[in-house]
């Protein structure tokens, strides 16, 4: 029976050697074999890929396992929803035509069993970061996507690896936790907290896996695919955070 939701993000397909991608590419397809039978919905919480951008007649080369298994599972009646990170903003119709993907740029809100959920990749929330906001706002913009795109993919390809090398995911920076008190997502969340009820907080971008109680309500950072493998599930009652294990799913 289809009854589970998944949540995952973070993959970063692309980053690194190409070996190494190649290997974790691998494990997201197990995963995704392995939820295929009970998954109603699918949830990715943004940077699937570490570069991503739709020329009109041309998509970044590779991933093809990934995309494969995507739309195994998309023809198999499973509702799939991608969101654009700070690594893939430069999603735009690809996957709708291809997936029937529904596309998030910023957040989602929606309720099931009563429970209500707040999902957002996570980049540019809460409080400080002000230049990596106004990059935000530069690179959603139509004038900016109009300009990459008048390069040779090659060319912008190019420029896109070069820009990876020097992410947090390139160079497997490790994550600390601040502390409730200092963790911008947290303040974030808390931060709505006091305007609107939420059960459930869901996040990407943070690469460090978390799951923290708050005022009625729990957030859950999901981590990212290069060191954690971790993911979230919903059964209907409850959500869990778990890592994937060669095929051997423990919670975290």
């Known amino acids: 029976m289809r009854d589970k939701i998944y949540f995952a993000s973070d993959f970063h397909l692309g980053v690194g050697q190409k070996s190494s991608s190649f290997e974790r590419e691998k494990r997201i397809v197990a995963w995704l074999d392995f939820i295929k039978d009970d998954a109603k919905e699918l949830y990715l919480i943004g940077d699937i890929f570490d570069f991503w951008f739709e020329y009109k007649t041309v998509v970044p080369k ?6 494969g298994k995507l739309a195994e599972l ?5 509702a799939i929803t991608l969101f654009k990170g700070n690594h893939d903003m430069w999603i735009f119709s690809y996957f709708k035509e291809q997936l ?25 929330l809460g409080p400080g970061d002000a230049k990596y906001k106004l990059l935000k706002k530069i690179f959603r913009s139509a004038v900016c996507q109009w300009l990459f795109s008048v390069f040779h993919p090659s060319i912008g390809m190019g420029i896109a690896q070069r820009w990876s090398k020097h992410s947090r995911a390139a160079n497997s920076d490790e994550e600390q936790f601040l502390g409730d008190d200092k963790e911008w997502l947290i303040l974030y ?31 859950v950072n999901l981590g990212e695919w290069i060191n954690f493998q971790t993911y979230a599930i919903w059964d209907g009652q409850s959500l869990v955070l778990k890592n994937w294990n060669d095929g051997h799913p423990s919670n975290f």
């Open 62 to 67: 590779g991933f093809i396992r990934f995309l």
């Open 74 to 78: 998309a023809d198999a009646g499973v």
């Open 100 to 124: 029937n993907a529904t596309i998030i740029d910023d957040e989602l809100i929606f309720e099931r069993n009563g429970k209500k959920f707040y999902l957002h990749h996570g980049d540019g």
């Open 189 to 219: 969340a808390n931060e709505l907290l006091g305007k609107e009820r939420f059960d459930y907080f869901i996040f990407g971008h943070r690469h460090l896996p978390y799951d923290r109680a708050l005022d009625n309500s729990r957030i």
